[in-house]
C-alpha cells in the first residue's frame, strides 16, 4: 500500500467519479422501494453470476407477483423459473428461493430475523448476499465482497488475499465500521465501470495516486 493511502480521500473521490454510471442493483431497488430484508436477499440471489443489466428487471418482475415468502411459495417451481427467465441457472435458484421461503414461513414465522448466522445458515445464502442483504435492508454496518470489491482493494494493495472470503475478514479488521456499507455501494460500480478486470482506466481514475496497481499489465 503506497504510504499516501488514506482510505477516506479514496472512497470520497470514487464517489464523485460513479456518480454518472449506474447504482449497484441492490441499492437501485431498494432505492424503488424494495427495501425489505426479504427482498432483497431474493435480488442477490437472482444476481448470483448475473448482470445488474439483468438483475435488476427480473427482480422487478418477480416483485410484481411475490414481494413477501408467502406470495412466493404460493407458487409452483415451472412458474417461478420462468419469472426468473434471463438470469443464470433458474430453475436451481426456483428451488434456493422456495428453501429460504419455506424456513421463514415456517420456522420464523413469516419475518426474516436480520441475523447473519441466521441468513448464512439458509441454503444457497453465502456471506456476500448476507451482508450486502442486511447493509441495504436494515442499515446495519456490514462489508459485501463481490469480484469487483475483492479486485479493486487488491489492486490498490490494501489487502492481499486469494479469495474474497479472504478480503471479507481483513477489510472488517481494516475498514471503520461506519464505512463498511460503503464499500459494496462505492466499490462494486467502480470495479465494473473504472477499475476493470481487463484495460481499467488508470489514465483517468481518480485514484491513481494511491494506487499500487498490483497485477495490472496494460490499461487504457
Not at 431474493?42 to 418477480?62: F, G, H, M, Q, W
Not at 413477501?68 to 428461493?97: C, R, S, V
Request: hydrophobic share 40%.
Amino acid at each position: 500500500m503506497k504510504p499516501n493511502f488514506d482510505l477516506n480521500v479514496v472512497l470520497s473521490r470514487i464517489d464523485e467519479a460513479i456518480r454518472p454510471y449506474p447504482k449497484a442493483a441492490m441499492f437501485e431497488l431498494a432505492e424503488r422501494g424494495y427495501s425489505s430484508l426479504f427482498e432483497q436477499l431474493i435480488s442477490c440471489i437472482v444476481s448470483i453470476r448475473t448482470l445488474d443489466e439483468t438483475t435488476i428487471p427480473v427482480s422487478l418482475c418477480l416483485f410484481d407477483v411475490a414481494r413477501t415468502p408467502e406470495q412466493l411459495l404460493a407458487l409452483d417451481i415451472p412458474t417461478l423459473t420462468d419469472l426468473l427467465y434471463g438470469t443464470t441457472y433458474p430453475d436451481q435458484k426456483a428451488y434456493t428461493m422456495q428453501g429460504i421461503a419455506d424456513r421463514i414461513v415456517n420456522e420464523f414465522g413469516g419475518e426474516l430475523p436480520a441475523d447473519f448466522a441466521t441468513l448464512t445458515s439458509l441454503k444457497g445464502v453465502g456471506p456476500k448476499c448476507a451482508n450486502l442483504a442486511l447493509g441495504v435492508a436494515t442499515g446495519l454496518a456490514a462489508i459485501s465482497v463481490d469480484v469487483h470489491v475483492h479486485r479493486v482493494v487488491n489492486r490498490w494493495g490494501y489487502v492481499q488475499t486469494k479469495q474474497p472470503e479472504q478480503t471479507l475478514k481483513v477489510l472488517e479488521g481494516q475498514v471503520p465500521r461506519d464505512q463498511w456499507r460503503d464499500i459494496n455501494r462505492l466499490l462494486m460500480p467502480f470495479g465494473k465501470h473504472i477499475c476493470t478486470g481487463t484495460l481499467p482506466r488508470c489514465s483517468t481514475c481518480p485514484v491513481l495516486a494511491y494506487c499500487e496497481q498490483v497485477g495490472v499489465e496494460r490499461h487504457r
